[in-house]
T-cell receptor, first 114, second 114 residues
Framework: NAGVMQNPRHLVRRRGQEARLRCSPM?????VYWYRQLPEEGLKFMVY????????ESGMPKERFSAEFPKEGPSILRIQQVVRGDSAAYFC????????????FGPGTRLLVL | AQSVTQLDSQVPVFEEAPVELRCNYS??????LFWYVQYPNQGLQLLLK??????LVKGINGFEAEFNKSQTSFHLRKPSVHISDTAEYFC????????????FGTGTRLTIIP
């Protein structure tokens, strides 16, 4: 049973470009969470999604950030017009519907904005 | 809302010595508690969790933690550490029926000295 997959593992963007981060949850998991880890800090919750629904986006910046989890395919975290402050590690986690409380993390995408 | 405090940002320990990593939380409701480990440039791996029941929880790699409700603590312990335990350790909480999003502490960097 493959774990949570994230790609790319490393992403370099110039200021003003768009960044697309992908997350494929573990098989059978229908809940996806995105977290951001700034340098030398802990992880901060961004958004919680189920298939085709955003359940809680209270941690998402109001502008430039969006997330989706379509019926088919991976969850996508999209950052438009990136700025240097967006440089961070972005982690995705998934959980099964019968044990939502336990989250399994992917390896993360490290975004560097030049 | 919940919060987590990890009092020690760095803990150096000699190999084969015992270690305790401290975690205190604040919450107006009952909580679930977790410890995750992050090896360099990797994602988070679940060490152990407390959901209910026995306050002493055993996890992987020889770690254990004790939930103390009166002191709102969930300290992580290992009786004898190895070089391979060198990593960042994060304590996290979530609230039942609160969308299960995790609130993390700022982490403790455990360094094992040969």
């Amino acid at each position: 049973n493959a774990g949570v997959m994230q790609n790319p593992r490393h992403l370099v963007r110039r200021r003003g470009q768009e960044a697309r981060l992908r997350c494929s949850p573990m098989k059978g998991h229908s809940h996806v969470y995105w977290y951001r880890q700034l340098p030398e800090e802990g992880l901060k919750f961004m958004v919680y999604l189920q298939k085709e629904n955003i359940i809680d986006e209270s941690g998402m910046p109001k502008e430039r950030f969006s997330a989706e989890f379509p019926k088919e395919g991976p969850s996508i975290l999209r950052i438009q017009q990136v700025v240097r402050g967006d440089s961070a590690a972005y982690f995705c986690a998934s959980s099964p519907p019968e044990l939502v409380v336990t989250q399994y993390f992917g390896p993360g995408t490290r975004l560097l904005v030049l | 809302a919940q919060s987590v405090t990890q009092l020690d940002s760095q803990v150096p320990v000699f190999e084969e010595a015992p270690v305790e990593l401290r975690c205190n939380y604040s919450s107006s409701v009952s909580v679930y508690l977790f410890w995750y480990v992050q090896y360099p440039n990797q994602g988070l791996q679940l060490l152990l969790k407390y959901l209910s029941g026995s306050t002493l929880v055993k996890g992987i790699n020889g770690f254990e933690a004790e939930f103390n409700k009166s002191q709102t603590s969930f300290h992580l312990r290992k009786p004898s550490v190895h070089i391979s335990d060198t990593a960042e350790y994060f304590c996290a909480v979530s609230a039942p029926f609160g969308n299960e999003k995790l609130t993390f502490g700022t982490g403790t960097r455990l360094t094992i000295i040969p």
